[in-house]
């Protein structure tokens, strides 16, 4: 196993579990079962993406999702975070991935294009009020706030709307600067409101920006960068050089951002840890290749969505073996067979598979339940029912779509596959009773009709479809 050796997991300053809540947010009562087993594996911190789900008031309440958190239970959350020793950075977005306010019919005239809700106009005076309203009713909830992320990665399509195009007709005009302007505004209003907080932002839109544009900007007094990269490969070098050339800019301090779920695919259900482990091997690498007083501290990203209008990426709870491993890697400098049989017994694992997707065992961590089963699904209920359906003979060849519509059906094959069908229905409902069970427990129902609908339905369905046809095709025959 790859072992890291680093002088102290101190070198990583905070360790920040990201709660993206555009998607999937957990009941408050299951975070209060959540945050101790953070701290314990290493976790001092929350970086808390509040989306849609933070209680906006006034001419911002459109924004609340019809699930969104009350303020006593942002207060109980808060709360439950400085029992348990964890800082809270909110993250509210101020440029791009804005659907969740621009989708709106009241603010869809600030867009940056006019069919697209995913970028701000940052022409319009009115988005700026906008952002700094959002930014002060979420200020307001947190009490000793060190910093405020604003955001602001993937501004895609910035600098096509037509104020954009009239903007950059003159010359010394560019996207880049029209992109910092716009980041410095907003982070200058946090300063000259909230003194204490210093804003950190996403550096994508950065990273591409000449020294002599960056520098000039003045955004490195303002702010500071939080360098994403959630790849297993992740090139340190080049993020050496990077990391370089923004200490040349004048930006002193600076954040990394990895990634423990949510970056392997749009519609991923399970969690495949090796690919999360490595990703933060190659973190520990970077952290060891800089001086060690530019790093704030690391990010470890959960993400829920790719954007607000995406399917559900893997649930919290299936995530956590891998949030286990990560943090535990992060604090040890490296991953090792101590740390694994650490793992093993703060999730109550018997034996933890990093390479596979399967466990033997369901671990007795807050949600193991729902890891076991969404597992059990994805990796055995969903290929039975392809198997039997496409590749069992005598259904293929003795009940194919043109026997069933016509309620064909040869009496001796009934046996050879009427008590697999029987059988498989059986479980396929037992198990979606306790996994909707458990999903209730952690997630609101509408959080559980969207996982069920994308990954339990459509092959229950498929099954249930040729049940009610071979019961109509025997009940033909008699």
Not at 17 to 33: F, I, Q, R, T
Not at 59 to 84: D, F, G, V
Not at 361 to 369: E, K, Q
Request: hydrophobic share 40%.
């Amino acid at each position: 196993m790859e072992e890291n050796k680093m002088t102290s997991s101190s070198h990583c300053g905070l360790h920040l579990v990201h709660l993206d809540l555009k998607g999937a947010p957990p009941k408050v009562s299951y975070l209060a079962e959540l945050f101790p087993l953070f701290r314990t594996l290493g976790a001092n911190g929350l970086l808390i993406e509040y989306e849609d789900m933070f209680p906006y008031e006034g001419e911002l309440k459109p924004l609340r999702a019809e699930h969104a958190y009350s303020a006593t239970e942002i207060k109980e959350i808060l709360n439950l975070a400085k029992l348990h020793e964890l800082e809270v950075i909110p993250l509210v977005q101020t440029f791009g991935h804005m659907e969740f306010v621009l989708k709106h019919p009241e603010f869809s005239h600030l867009r940056e294009v006019e069919m697209f809700p995913n970028a701000l106009n940052p022409h319009k005076e009115e988005s700026l009020v906008l952002v700094n309203a959002m930014i002060n009713q979420v200020v307001a909830m947190h009490d000793g706030l060190r910093w405020f992320h604003i955001g602001s990665d993937e501004v895609y399509y910035l600098g096509e709307g037509e104020e954009s195009k009239h903007w950059l007709q003159r010359k010394e005009n560019s996207t880049e600067k029209l992109c910092l302007a716009h980041m410095k505004a907003v982070a200058n209003y946090v300063i000259s409101s909230h003194p204490a907080v210093k804003p950190i932002v996403w550096d994508d839109m950065l990273r591409g920006v000449s020294e002599e544009t960056l520098t000039e900007s003045g955004v490195a007094q303002l702010m500071e960068p939080m360098i994403w990269d959630y790849a297993p490969d992740l090139d340190v070098d080049s993020k050496v050089l990077l990391i370089e050339k923004y200490q040349r800019c004048g930006f002193p301090k600076l954040w990394f951002a990895s990634a423990f779920k949510g970056a392997t695919g749009v519609n991923q259900s399970l969690t495949l840890i090796d690919h999360h482990l490595k990703n933060h091997l190659q973190w520990l690498k970077v952290a060891n290749s800089i001086p060690a007083d530019m790093l704030q501290g690391i990010a470890l990203t959960g993400w829920q969505r790719y954007d607000h209008f995406s399917v559900l990426c893997e649930l919290l709870p299936v995530g956590i073996p891998s949030l286990a491993v990560c943090l535990q890697a992060l604090q040890n400098g490296g991953y090792s067979e101590k740390v694994k049989e650490n793992v093993e017994k703060q999730l109550g694992l018997s034996n933890l598979e990093i390479d596979t997707f399967t466990s033997d065992s369901s671990g007795s961590f807050p949600g193991s339940d729902i890891f076991t089963l969404v597992t059990q699904v994805c990796f055995y209920l969903k290929p039975s029912v392809d198997e039997l359906l496409e590749r069992n003979r005598y259904v293929t060849g003795w009940f194919s779509p043109y026997h069933r519509k016509r309620k064909i059906l040869h009496p001796i094959m009934i046996h050879h596959f009427q008590p697999d069908v029987l059988s498989l229905l059986a479980k396929w409902n037992a198990v979606m009773q306790e996994l909707q069970a458990a999903l209730e427990r952690v997630f609101s129902m509408c959080t559980v009709e969207e996982w069920m609908e994308e990954n339990v339905h459509p092959s229950l369905y498929k099954l249930q479809i040729v049940g009610d046809d071979l019961n109509k095709a025997i009940q033909a025959q008699s």
